[in-house]
């Protein structure tokens, strides 16, 4: 249908006042529709902005109320403090045998070129300790 032959369908189903009326009712409701489609808007804008206000106050918070972390020094540093008494004993250097001898019922291997071998223990569940 063309748009001269609908608006004179229109004129002869609503005569006069009632076309005008029928364009004011519709043009009413398509704005209200409008405003209700606007107002939604802003309220997720606003809502969207809130949450975002309140994740960045919460992480800041967060950051200022939690416990500072223990500075972390290299492990070199650790044993450069460490100080023996004067009257201990000297370390000695002892065979393989000896040293496996030392840990009786524990699964170990020595691993590495001799004299800088590494002390493993295989029967630990998780994160297997090497000691040099």
Known sequence: MKANERDQLLR???PGNELSAFRQES???G???LQRKRQRRRVFRASTAAALVLVVAS???WQLTRPPAAPR???SEDFAR???PSNAPAATLISDDELLTLFPNRSLALIGKPGHQRLLFLDEEKNA???E
């Open 129 to 131: 300790r090497t000691y």
């Open 12 to 14: 002869e189903l609503l």
């Open 27 to 29: 043009l009413a409701l």
């Open 59 to 61: 992480g800041l918070l």
């Open 31 to 33: 704005l209200a529709a």
């Open 82 to 84: 460490v100080s023996l």
């Open 73 to 75: 020094r290299p492990v």
